[in-house]
């Protein structure tokens, strides 16, 4: 790997981690075109530089986390499945982790995304209700949702989204709740894998690893602030649409590519 992929991993991670589009499935299909192989340590490398995106949140959100404890519940129990499903499956999962595993993935998401926007064409966009008055299970359906992300090219952002509108909260609310969920799932995630693999990665790796960490942590702070206020006036409509173009372009041509 060279300074320049860790420079384009990391902008692309720290752009993509909060948006409905897979940040995962966006590394697998980046690091495809860059010739990067999905060994096990780079594996654990696309997950750890996610971190960088997570503590982009923590930065963001710290006042509201520290002055409200009871959100801390809810998240600890939102992350819950995924957490189980994560440790009891994890060879499963990371079997997954493919171009087309994450392209198809991508165009049934897309497709569920238009769904999901057709049967909400009626509601206001900015109705629904605060975080503060979601119920525990309420927050621990979400996290079910959450658990459907485990399979590469879904998104985790993406699959908290739909739940937490389902479960009545607003666009805004909703984003910020999987925002806040990201922080022990990725965090926990990013630890198991730095520990399964750390036999395999070498000093330089860690390097290229500090490189992608930054660059998504200061790319996060800019993509999550945006969102927010794209969500609170709009659908998810045009992150469907993409999904479906960049699923169907990966699928057909860089599936096909030798490995």
């Known amino acids: 790997m060279t300074l320049f992929d860790a420079l384009i991993l990391g902008a692309l991670e720290g752009v993509t981690e909060f948006l409905p589009i897979s940040s995962t499935g966006h590394l697998i299909l980046a690091s495809q075109l860059l010739g990067l192989e999905q060994t096990n340590a780079h594996k654990a490398f696309e997950v750890s530089i996610q971190l960088g995106s997570i503590l982009a949140v923590l930065f963001l959100y710290a006042k509201r986390l520290l002055q409200d404890k009871m959100l801390w519940l809810k998240i600890g129990v939102a992350f819950l499945p995924a957490g189980a499903l994560g440790f009891l499956f994890y ?44 119920s525990f299970k ?17 998104s985790r952002s993406g699959a908290t989204l739909i739940g937490g509108l389902i479960m009545g909260l607003s666009r805004k609310s909703a984003a910020e709740f999987s925002f806040l969920l990201a922080i022990p799932t990725m965090i926990i995630a ?4 730095l520990l399964k693999h750390r036999s395999e990665m070498v000093v330089d790796d860690y390097f290229m690893l500090s490189v992608a960490f930054i ?14 206020a794209f969500v609170s006036r709009h659908t998810f409509t045009p992150f469907a649409i993409y999904r479906i173009i960049v699923g169907i372009i990966f699928f057909y041509f860089v599936a096909a590519l030798p490995a």
């Open 190 to 193: 990013t630890a198991y894998d």
């Open 91 to 134: 060879k499963q999962i990371k079997a997954l982790f493919g171009v087309e595993t994450v392209s198809i993935m991508l165009i049934a998401g897309g497709i569920v995304f238009l769904l999901f926007e057709f049967l909400r064409r009626n509601k206001p966009i900015d109705s629904g209700k605060d975080i503060s008055e979601l």
């Open 215 to 228: 660059t998504a942590f200061v790319f996060a702070l800019a993509t999550v602030k945006l969102f927010v």
């Open 138 to 154: 309420e927050a621990f359906t979400i996290g079910v949702f959450q658990s459907l992300s485990m399979i590469p090219g879904t």
